[in-house]
């Protein structure tokens, strides 16, 4: 069993701290060019809103600049003539706020939703150019996470989360001015203690983005875990690891739950001296304005006034804690959506200038040696040539290093020391993009999409023809299963097949191959889950397939290999022996030893208990 399908087992503790692995972030600085990349485009949108919003803000003041006319000329002078115009104003004023409101909402929550769609394709197009070895290291929930989650916040930046912060500043402005023309003392001693909180504010901020950051972060491991737990559900089962997987998931899901728990402390603090700034405000006017009224500095409309206008400048200032609580969430996922588009894609290495439209498929491997991780190599000096038109077999134990020399062919990694020649050129110069279209993969893992048989089949070559379609399948024998179903080539398969049997799955994994019609062909066990009467019709459509093709062939079962150009035996990294069929088996070597002893198995397939071992003495 592959050790990614194996069921963890123990308590979530070790599992919550791989949950919360730290990672390089992101600084702020590297974020706003990124800021602006969003908004250049959206410049004309965002001006025009600005507009709005400077006429929405006004408008909004005209409601509470009013009650000094209302209350010192109509109420107390008893000048009636002024009360209509008082109302029509009023009313006018509202009708604009409204109209502008609404217009400033659907123009900036859509634009949002645009941007949340427009960076979800810019992180996927960009992960899926990323080398495997990105895949290697990270899990596919993990990427979900960041392709799905990630990037949800962002459009507080264009959304009505700027909206609203860079409208209250506005209105604070509006009312500040008009609150120094009232009465600039208590303006300014109340400009002094919201200059004090906003103080507060800032380093509250820089706090609590950590935190919404490493949220995020929990939150993407969390969900990939859980993905590998529900894609893994018949390891699970099969088990009995149900139990350990809900210990590993709720040891995130309490992480997580920690996490909320400490953001919600930090905006219940901010609320918290938020109101008390209001309270402390609220009795300055309240005793300074008496005073100032008392001695007719004030008249009562404009203490009125003044306190309205006071509520219009405090309240944007006290709303920052919500607005900027999700500007800062929205800042922290775009730190993380940054991480991401700043890894190298695959083709961007500046070595990589030369595209190949069309290869004849001479592939050379000279003294290549290569290593996962550093100091640590796999494969030690291998060195074979491949010619168009011939079939290379790859055998030897498992872990021996053949599914490597099949991913360095297939510029999945690249070699660590010495060349992969690709028709004379050097596989590290070469474009992939280029070079991949002219390959065909089957792999050992064979994957399909939840999907029909046809779109699966096609997934290679999407404007094939019918007839080239239905070819494939007669070749791979997918026509004989296909056709039997109520639905045909139109059967749903399942997620990664799962309604198909595993024999069925490699068949139409093999047909996507055919139909892609390439130069290079690679079957890594592709032939591993058919059984004996399977595996022959196919290989005889295979065979067929290989003619005029540079064929690599990874199988286990080596009779289906005894026709291959040249056999590599390969053990612990290094080719200990090569040649035909026939002159291997008569070298009596490494491969004469697996042969037999395979052979001496496949024969007596139907021992009692306890003669396969006798068997398998005799062979060695």
């Known amino acids: 069993m592959p050790a990614g399908d194996k069921p963890v087992r123990g308590t979530g503790k070790a599992i919550a701290a791989d949950l919360t692995a730290k990672r390089p972030k992101a600084k702020f600085k590297d974020v706003m060019p990124e800021i602006w990349k969003l908004m250049k485009p959206r410049r004309a949108l965002l001006a025009g809103s600005f507009v709005l919003m400077v006429v929405n803000r006004a408008s909004g003041l005209v409601l509470p600049a009013s009650t000094k006319t209302l209350i010192d000329k109509v109420m107390y002078a008893h000048d009636l003539k002024l009360l209509p115009v008082v109302v029509g104003v009023v009313v006018l004023a509202t009708l604009i706020q409204g109209a502008t409101s609404f217009t400033l909402t659907q123009l900036l929550s859509k634009e949002g939703?645009?941007?949340?769609?427009?960076?979800?394709?810019?992180?996927?197009?960009?992960?899926?150019?990323l080398p495997v070895a990105f895949y290697d290291e990270n899990r596919t929930g993990t990427l979900v996470a960041r392709i799905m989650t990630d990037v949800e916040g962002v459009r507080n930046l264009i959304g009505t989360g700027l909206l609203d912060f860079f409208g209250g500043i506005l209105t604070a402005i509006f009312a500040f001015i008009y609150l120094i023309k009232l009465s600039y003392q208590m303006t300014l001693v109340t400009f002094a203690i919201l200059v004090v909180f906003a103080l507060i504010l800032q380093r509250a901020f820089k706090t609590i983005r950590p935190i919404f950051r490493e949220r995020s972060k929990i939150n993407a491991e969390v969900t990939g875990r859980l993905t590998e737990s529900l894609g893994g559900v018949r390891v699970v089962k099969g088990y009995h690891a149900e139990q350990s997987e809900a210990n590993v998931f709720a040891a995130g899901a309490n992480r997580l739950l920690q996490n909320v728990i400490s953001s919600l402390t930090a905006q219940s603090l901010m609320s918290l001296a938020s109101t008390a700034v209001l309270g402390i405000v609220g009795a300055l006017v309240m005793y300074l304005g008496a005073h100032q009224v008392i001695a007719n500095k004030l008249t009562p409309g404009g203490y009125v006034t003044y306190v309205m206008f006071l509520a219009f400048m405090i309240a944007p200032i006290v709303q920052l804690v919500s607005i900027g609580t999700q500007l800062t969430e929205a800042v922290?996922?775009?730190?993380?959506?940054?991480?991401?588009?700043?890894?190298?894609?695959?083709?961007?290495?500046?070595?990589?200038?030369?595209?190949?439209?069309?290869?004849?498929?001479?592939?050379?491997?000279?003294?290549?040696?290569?290593?996962?991780?550093?100091?640590k190599p796999v494969l030690h000096g291998i060195s074979f040539e491949s010619k168009p038109g011939t079939v290379t077999a790859l055998v030897g134990s498992s872990g021996s290093g053949k599914s490597t020399i099949i991913s360095l062919i297939c510029g999945f990694h690249t070699a660590t020391d010495g060349r992969i020649l690709i028709d004379g050129e050097d596989l590290a110069t070469i474009r992939l993009s280029s070079y991949r279209e002219q390959l065909g993969v089957v792999l050992q893992e064979t994957f399909l999409f939840d999907g029909n048989i046809r779109e699966n089949i096609l997934f290679s070559r999407p404007n094939a023809t019918e007839a080239q379609l239905f070819e494939a399948c007669r070749i791979a024998r997918v026509d004989e299963f296909a056709e039997r179903f109520p639905e045909k080539y139109e059967t749903i398969v399942g997620e990664r097949g799962v309604k198909l049997s595993g024999g069925q799955r490699q068949r139409i994994s093999i047909a996507r191959a055919i139909l892609a019609d390439p130069r290079i062909l690679i079957l890594d066990e592709a032939t591993s889950s058919l059984d004996s009467e399977s595996e022959a019709l196919i290989q005889s459509g295979l065979n067929f397939l290989m003619q005029g093709r540079t064929t690599f062939v990874i199988a286990h079962r080596l009779s289906t290999i005894r026709k291959a150009?040249?056999?590599?035996?390969?053990?612990?990294?290094r080719i200990v022996e090569r040649g035909t069929h026939e002159s291997l088996y008569a070298l009596h070597g490494r491969y004469y030893d697996l042969y037999t002893r395979q052979h001496g198995l496949e024969t007596n397939l139907f021992l009692a208990p306890g003669e396969g071992d006798k068997v398998e003495a005799i062979a060695k």
């Open 113 to 129: 939703q645009r941007l949340i769609a427009e960076l979800r394709m810019k992180v996927q197009a960009h992960i899926g150019r």
């Open 332 to 375: 922290a996922g775009l730190d993380r959506t940054t991480e991401i588009l700043n890894e190298r894609e695959e083709d961007s290495e500046p070595t990589r200038v030369r595209a190949l439209p069309s290869i004849e498929g001479d592939v050379i491997f000279d003294e290549v040696t290569f290593e996962y991780e550093k100091g």
């Open 565 to 573: 150009d040249q056999i590599l035996v390969i053990e612990q990294g």
